[in-house]
Antibody
């Protein structure tokens, strides 16, 4: 059974940092692109970042480019999202997802990030 | 960046009725890259349709997808009480992905 479990959310200060983790199980982790998606309060879904199986290809949405860094540890079956220079508009539930071609086929339950002083 | 526009924003229907949700792309996209998701409060989004018309594993037959080019449709043939949720279309290109803004399907 595919499982994605996010952790690391919580309260962050404006201008501060948080690191999210996503522990994956139930599939051959290094065979899959992994992506982060977020949902701000009262808003829709927004793609944040993606990383290929071997980490050779990485992409970011315009709203987080230059501030967030995605990485993965295939020996630990874990993908990370380092979030720096946090802004109030980064407040959202962050979902870790597995990618199958263009599709987000499995989703974690999400972790809430709140940016506030 | 390809923009996906969903309509209507809110759809009010009764159980047993047919729901038709639209997703329009700002430029032509491959059908293979278009997917639909269902999202209920407090839950993770769930993949319904991929490749514009293929049902994901475990998705009931009342859900169907169609379309090509810039116009895509999600149809729910007979609404069940558990179908009332927010629905998103989504596409990925070579270096980015976008979601539509969502259609809220509510009980009339």
């Amino acid at each position: 059974e595919v499982q994605l479990v996010e952790s690391g959310g919580g309260l962050g200060q404006p201008g501060g940092s948080l690191r999210l983790s996503c522990a994956a199980s139930g599939f051959i982790f290094n065979n899959y692109v992994m992506r982060w998606v977020r949902q701000a309060p009262g808003k829709g879904l927004e793609w944040v970042s993606a990383i290929s199986g071997g980490a050779e290809s990485i992409h970011y949405g315009d709203s987080v480019k230059g501030r967030f860094t995605i990485s993965r540890d295939n020996s630990e079956n874990t993908v990370y999202l380092q979030m720096n220079s946090l802004r109030a508009e980064d407040t959202a539930i962050y979902y870790c997802t597995r990618a199958y071609n263009s599709v987000f086929d499995y989703w974690g339950q999400g972790t809430l990030v709140t940016v506030s002083s | 960046e390809i923009v996906l526009t969903q309509s209507p924003g809110t759809l009010s229907l009764s159980p047993g009725e047919r729901a038709t949700l639209s997703c329009r792309a700002s430029q032509s996209i491959s059908s293979s890259s278009l997917a639909w998701y269902q999202h209920k409060p407090g839950q993770a989004p769930r993949l319904l349709i991929y490749g514009a018309s293929s049902r994901a594993t475990g998705i009931p037959g009342r859900f169907s997808g169609s379309g090509s080019g810039t116009d895509f449709t999600l149809t729910i043939s007979r609404l069940e009480p558990e179908d009332f949720a927010v629905y998103y279309c989504q596409q990925c290109g070579s270096s980015s992905c976008t979601f539509g803004q969502g259609t809220k399907l509510e009980i009339k």
